[in-house]
């Protein structure tokens, strides 16, 4: 059982937005904006989108973002395509014992 | 351009050890800020991080797995390794080596393309 709770799955058609959720608790995502979210494509590595909970590494496009209420992270895809379909993981520093936790996965479809 | 390349044995026999090295080129694995590290993915199942080293030998480890595990770095060959001690099937899982720095709070900002080790008799 992931320490973050996503939702499994999530959809939208080309050119929709869609948000997906992240909880944990303040001792993980309340804790600081050490949050980071990741794509991943069927038999591919991942691939960091979003860090320090709404950095975007150079070469995402700014069709992802991320924000954070309280212990609630959030990945938002805005005007999706096709190449957005993929599994997405939440990922929070979780303290100096613990240090770093992932969220369980949403499988974004694109319809 | 970083590059991170896993390789080890894709399968292992129950109680031995797994050992994984990560070859980077690209850059120095003694790099001011830049911390080394572990991530797997058992089949068909999510993320879990296994533990990190940075650039001055500096360990973290996953509580859950602390006990059995060892990350080191190998400045002479510009790599790290993993060794997970006393394995079961639990531990079949795909590998990934990765490096975070500082300033990118995340886990892992560059990842290696990951490496399938099976553990069964």
């Known amino acids: 059982q992931s320490a973050l709770t996503q939702p499994p799955s999530a959809s939208g058609s080309p050119g929709q937005s869609v948000t997906i959720s992240c909880t944990g608790t303040?001792?993980?995502?309340?804790?600081?904006?050490?949050v980071s979210w990741h794509q991943q494509h069927p038999g591919k590595a991942p691939k960091l989108i979003i860090y320090?909970?709404?950095e975007r590494p150079s070469g995402v496009p700014d069709r992802f973002s991320g924000s954070k209420s309280g212990n609630t992270a959030s990945l938002t895809v805005t005007g999706l395509q096709a190449e957005d379909e993929a599994e997405y993981y939440c990922?929070?520093?979780?303290?100096?014992?613990?240090?770093?936790?992932f969220g369980g996965g949403t499988k974004l479809t694109v319809l | 351009q970083l590059q991170l390349q896993e390789s080890g044995p894709g399968l292992v026999k129950p109680s031995e050890t797994l050992s994984l090295t990560c070859a980077v080129s690209?850059?120095?694995?003694?790099?001011?800020?830049?911390?080394w590290g572990w991530i797997r993915q058992p089949p068909g199942k999510g993320l879990e991080w296994i533990g990190s080293?940075?650039?001055?030998?500096?360990?973290s480890y996953n509580p859950s797995l602390k006990s059995r595990l060892t990350v080191s770095l190998d400045t002479s060959k510009n790599q790290f390794s993993l060794k997970l001690y006393s394995v079961t099937a639990a531990d079949t899982a795909v590998y990934y080596c990765?490096?975070?720095?500082?300033?990118?709070?995340?886990?892992?900002?560059?990842w290696g393309q990951g490496i399938l080790v099976t553990v069964s008799s």
């Open positions: 990765a490096r975070r720095e500082s300033m990118v709070a995340t886990s892992a900002h560059y």
């Open positions: 690209g850059a120095s694995v003694s790099g001011s800020d830049y911390y």
């Open positions: 080293i940075s650039w001055r030998g500096g360990t």
């Open positions: 303040s001792s993980d995502i309340g804790l600081s904006n050490h």
């Open positions: 320090e909970v709404s």
């Open positions: 990922n929070s520093y979780a303290g100096s014992t613990i240090h770093w936790v």
